[in-house]
């Protein structure tokens, strides 16, 4: 019976932390549609530039763009050029390998 509970936790472990990234810290500097998908564009310190999908992402997105009734994207311009401390996963969507944000918060300066 040890043996059986000893799989189980490590099995839980890696199922909840095997496929998540590094903290990334990066500012957000947009959103970009591509391909009939919202992205929010981040850069880290190495200007490298990060996409994540926005409505696959698991928070709610919503604090950094808006909409109207037009389909029109409004940028929130209190949070650009802020910087964030990102938790992300990569996962599969048609066949293509796209980063989600797990969690976020504000890094501060």
């Not at 890696?14 to 496929?19: A, I, V, Y």
């Not at 998540?20 to 310190?45: E, H, R, S, W």
Request: charged share 20%.
């Amino acid at each position: 019976m040890k043996p059986f509970l000893l799989i189980f936790i490590v099995g839980c472990l890696l199922s909840t932390t095997g496929f998540t990234q590094p903290p990334l810290i990066a500012t957000f500097t947009g959103v970009l549609k591509k391909d009939n998908t919202l992205y929010l564009q981040f850069t880290d310190a190495q200007k490298k530039e990060w996409l994540f999908n926005a409505l696959k992402s698991e928070f709610t997105p919503y604090v950094f763009y808006s909409t109207d009734h037009s389909g029109n994207i409004t940028v929130n311009y209190a949070i650009l050029n802020n910087r964030f401390s990102i938790q992300y996963t990569k996962a599969l969507n048609d066949g293509r390998t796209e980063n989600r944000i797990i969690r976020i918060r504000e890094a501060g300066q």
